[in-house]
């Protein structure tokens, strides 16, 4: 592992997931309580979750649908994995849409160190980006004067003494990027110095032809969504706060 990427300087993050309406738009005029219309799909390569929030009473949607994606990990090294995940909300009132806007969906890059697997403990490297290069080899070198698609990535240390990064990024772009090509090259790089030089702490490639794909099936996942919905007494349930 690169001694540079890890500061000396750490932080404590604490997680908190809540599955619950406090997420999503509050009921207007309720007339019953909220009930939770989800469903999972697993596939090969990923799975897939999506949600609905209805009135209790009456079974009118009362939020926009989620969809959201999540690869398999990808290990990148000892004790280091990826994922990617894309994520879309359905508006309530779109009732008449058909394809779903690259624009509006999001991918986000997600990394995870385990300090126990690497051998040492990690700290927050607080300033990285991600950068992204118009090629399919993940060996293949880069300098200052490489065009690349860049963001910055957010960095927490849990409590476990592991690390995670994270970098978002738009469909549209990515895909716009990525045209003609089936993978993009990634590499987590630092701050550059004074002359623009940036040093590849990690690297690894992006399968932006498999989300080319993912996209098609939600119009299917929003059919399976809305026949769950039309019998929401039986398949759909209160919210579940999950909290760590």
């Given at each position: 592992m690169p001694a540079g990427l890890f500061s000396t300087a750490g932080r404590t993050c604490v997680v908190a997931i809540a599955l619950c309406a406090a997420a999503l738009p509050a009921l207007a005029q309720s007339s019953g309580p909220a009930l939770f219309c989800s469903f999972?799909?697993?596939e090969a390569d990923g799975a897939w979750t999506v949600s609905?929030?209805?009135?209790?009473?009456?079974?009118?949607?009362?939020?926009r649908d989620t969809y959201q994606w999540t690869s398999n990990s990808t290990p990148f090294g000892t004790g280091m994995t990826s994922t990617?995940?894309?994520?879309?909300?359905?508006?309530?009132?779109?009732t008449r849409q058909k394809?779903?806007?690259?624009?509006?969906?999001?991918?986000?890059?997600?990394?995870?160190?385990?300090?126990?697997e690497i051998?040492?403990?990690?700290?927050?490297?607080?300033?990285?980006?991600?950068?992204l290069y118009r090629s399919e080899d993940p060996s293949k070198q880069f300098s200052v004067y490489s065009t690349s698609l860049t963001t910055n990535m957010d960095w927490n240390r849990f409590r476990d003494g592991n690390l995670g990064g994270r970098a978002f990024l738009s469909l549209d772009t990515l895909l716009a990027y990525g045209t003609g090509l089936e993978k993009l090259v990634w590499n987590i790089r630092g701050a550059p110095d004074a002359v623009?030089?940036?040093?590849s702490y990690f690297k690894g490639v992006l399968p932006i032809a498999t989300m080319r794909g993912k996209l098609a099936k939600i119009p299917k996942l929003r059919a399976e969504l809305d026949r769950k919905a039309g019998k929401f007494r039986s398949e759909c349930n209160p919210p579940i706060a999950v909290s760590e």
């Open positions: 999972g799909m697993d609905r929030q209805v009135d209790g009473a009456t079974g009118a949607t009362a939020s990617w995940s894309l994520s879309y909300y359905w508006p309530v009132d779109a394809v779903v806007p690259e624009a509006e969906v999001v991918v986000v890059m997600n990394f995870r160190f385990d300090a126990k051998g040492q403990q990690l700290k927050d490297p607080k300033h990285t980006w991600i950068h623009g030089v940036t040093e």
